[in-house]
């Protein structure tokens, strides 16, 4: 079971926008920042957001974070088929000194 | 180009060892602080360990804790992974992967460990 808890899966048709969730604790999501990923099949995981709510070069903006509380969101929009994949929030937890991630949600286009 | 690229996975048994090595380039390894990654067969990602740039502060997670260390040399530009008493459940995919800006950023390919006897 992870520490962070993330819905494990989500149906979207194209071009419609969808949120995945994230809930924490006070020592993980409540006082540092939440990472997301994009994971492919068969791929390694790629950095989506940084520090809550920030994109790396290279990421459309289709994609935003957001974290309020013990909880975070990635907000995906205009979908396409190719944002088919598993999608994971991460956070260091102060209480276990370590980073934690939630179970992952995959996320299907139809 | 940022590459991380990890070697040593492969078949072990039960109780035995693997020494896990990770070659970086295109960045200054130095600085930054590494971690190591696995997944297990068609699971989610569960850190493991991860270690400051100059190798003092290093912290593992509780399951592997006595049994796996994490280790660096930055003159060679690696990172390593020693598992000793390895078990079933540790058969897993393994990332070697970059903090930047707080957080993993950058993940190698990974290399796939199997214990099984």
């Known amino acids: 079971q992870s520490v962070l808890t993330q819905p494990p899966s989500a149906s979207v048709t194209p071009g419609q926008r969808v949120t995945i969730s994230c809930s924490g604790s006070?020592?993980?999501?409540?006082?540092?920042?939440v990472y997301w990923y994009q994971q492919l099949p068969g791929a390694a995981p790629k950095l989506l957001i940084y520090k809550n709510d920030q994109r790396p070069s290279g990421v459309p903006d289709r994609f935003s974070g957001s974290k309020s509380g013990t909880s975070a969101s990635l907000a995906i929009s205009g979908l396409r088929s190719e944002d088919e994949a598993h999608y994971y929030c991460a956070a260091w937890d102060d209480s276990l000194s370590g980073w934690v991630f939630g179970g992952g949600t995959q996320l299907t286009v139809v | 180009e940022v590459q991380l690229v990890e070697s040593g996975g492969g078949l072990v048994q039960p109780g035995g060892s693997l020494r896990l090595s990770c070659a970086a380039s295109?960045?200054?390894?130095?600085?930054?602080?590494m971690m190591w990654v696995r997944q297990a067969p068609g699971k989610g990602l569960e850190w493991v360990a991860n270690i400051n740039e100059d190798g003092s502060v290093k912290h593992h997670l509780d399951f592997v804790k006595g049994r796996f260390t994490i280790s660096r040399d930055n003159a060679k530009k690696s990172l390593f992974l020693l598992m000793n008493s390895l078990r079933v459940e540790d058969t897993a995919v393994y990332y070697c992967?970059?903090?930047?800006?707080?957080?993993?950023?950058?993940w190698g390919q990974g290399i796939l460990v199997t214990v099984s006897s």
């Open positions: 295109g960045f200054t390894f130095s600085r930054f602080w």
């Open positions: 006070s020592s993980n999501i409540g006082r540092n920042s």
């Open positions: 992967v970059r903090e930047l800006s707080g957080g993993p950023d950058y």
